[in-house]
């Protein structure tokens, strides 16, 4: 009997320990997790504060960009795809762009006056420093990161494959809700195409 107690005793401190392990973990995980957010909003902020040459273009000051976890999820997911099948495209292998991802994410146009997306991609650089300066100093990549009409962002790397998710959406005004509402302004979407 008091071996067997001894036992249960030994299995309960066994399963404490490998929860609190668990634990830990996940809060080193999400430390880690809201420090990378954290850094990537810091230096984008601070340029689009600034404003920058982006090439020969002069690029004005924009608003602050928010952290959007669905542009996070449409990002990690295509890292995720890149590293898997290594490759570097903005096209997945299954053909899917960058729009069709985001919106799968759950990144929508639905309940929003416009919707806008962009998408910047890097291979090779070990640190978000380096990454950032490479984004920077492209012309393109540049301009998606000082585009006034995006308003949030959503970053991820996979074995240095990163993806960095741009999206600007634009609520209705209260009056055109209220328009809407009543039935006096309806709502008309064009289809677009989905070429890179």
């Not at 492209?138 to 998606?144: A, F």
């Not at 809700?177 to 302004?185: D, E, F, H, T, V």
Request: glycine share 10%.
């Amino acid at each position: 009997m008091k071996k067997t107690h001894q036992l249960s005793g030994f299995i309960v401190a066994a399963i404490l320990l490998l929860l609190t392990t668990a634990a830990v973990k996940w809060q080193s995980q999400n430390d880690d997790n809201r420090q990378f957010k954290q850094e990537f909003l810091r230096r984008i902020n601070q340029v689009r504060a600034k404003g920058c040459n982006c090439g020969s273009q002069y690029m004005p000051p924009a608003a602050p960009l928010v952290w959007n976890n669905e542009l996070e999820n449409a990002a990690g997911g295509h890292a995720d795809d890149m590293a898997r099948q290594q490759y570097f495209s903005h096209t997945s292998k299954d053909g899917r762009n960058m729009e069709d991802r985001m919106v799968l994410s759950g990144y929508t146009i639905k309940g929003f006056k416009s919707f806008m997306v962009g998408e910047n991609i890097a291979f090779g650089q070990p640190s978000i420093a380096e990454v950032m300066n490479g984004w920077i100093n492209s012309p393109g990549h540049c301009k998606n990161l000082m585009n006034p009409g995006f308003r949030e962002v959503g970053v991820a790397e996979r074995n240095n494959y990163w993806v960095q998710d741009f999206g600007g959406r634009e609520s209705w005004s209260l009056r055109e809700q209220q328009l809407i509402k009543s039935g006096r302004m309806r709502i008309v979407r064009e289809q677009s195409g989905h070429g890179d």
